[in-house]
């Protein structure tokens, strides 16, 4: 069956530090690659996608590459600051299956 | 707002007692879904929906049920609550059978706590 792997957290960062969380899966098929965002108190949220392969998914200065060859999803953020506090999973999706399946989550805590 | 809400926010339930957790989608989104989220385990899905009057099974559908009289609710019931359901659930939507590439739409969660 599908499954994902995710960095183990918690990770605290200095504000303006590189960030990478690692993400690994297992998919029967070929599937669309998630990673969403949950602050304090609120559901999740999209954060960005990738549906093929080498596909770079990027928003508000996040970026994840779906790696075929290595089954990864790493998200990286070139300088995080005390807003990006939250905690982040990675998912997948494959074609005709309803259900996304999760990782653990990554909880993330910048300091100023 | 557009958006996906659940009510309520916060329960608290003894042992054996039943509730329900409404689910309202205001996007007319196809699917809908509801998921438990606990420490260490992420999100794992209960039950879906894959339209009106329709319902499926999840991974951990045990001790609950759900109805999707309208399109644009989705009920999770517990009959009879063991302390195992405390948990957090979020239900969410999406719009086609690919809604998974363009992204859930979830609601903010009821906390769910079971004495």
């Known amino acids: 069956g599908n499954s994902v792997t995710q960095m183990e957290g918690p990770v605290t960062l200095s504000e303006e530090a590189f960030l990478t969380i690692n993400c690994t899966y297992t998919a029967t098929g070929y599937p669309s690659l998630f990673w969403y965002v949950q602050y304090p108190g609120e559901g999740l949220q999209l954060l960005l996608k990738?549906?093929?392969?080498?596909d770079k998914g990027s928003n508000k200065g996040f970026e994840a590459t779906y790696r075929k060859e290595t089954t990864s999803f790493h998200l990286e953020k070139g300088s995080v600051q005390v807003s990006d506090s939250a905690v982040y999973f990675c998912a997948l999706k494959d074609f005709g299956n309803e259900k996304l399946t999760f990782g653990t989550g990554t909880r993330l805590t910048i300091i100023p | 707002n557009a958006g996906v809400t659940q009510t309520p926010k916060f329960r608290v339930l003894k042992t054996g007692q039943s509730m329900t957790l409404l689910c309202a989608q205001d996007?007319?989104?196809?699917?809908m879904y509801w998921y438990r989220q606990d420490p260490g385990m992420g999100l794992r899905l209960i039950h879906y929906s894959v339209g009106e009057g329709t319902t499926a099974k999840g991974e951990v559908p045990d001790g609950y049920n759900v109805s999707r009289l309208k399109k644009q609710n989705f009920l999770l019931g517990l009959e009879s609550a063991a302390p195992s359901q405390t948990s957090v659930y979020f239900c969410?939507?999406?719009?086609?059978?690919?809604?998974?590439?363009?992204?859930?739409?979830f609601g903010s969660g009821t906390r769910l706590t079971v004495v």
């Open positions: 996007m007319n989104h196809e699917y």
């Open positions: 990738a549906t093929k392969a080498d």
């Open positions: 969410a939507s999406s719009q086609t059978r690919l809604g998974g590439d363009y992204g859930y739409t």
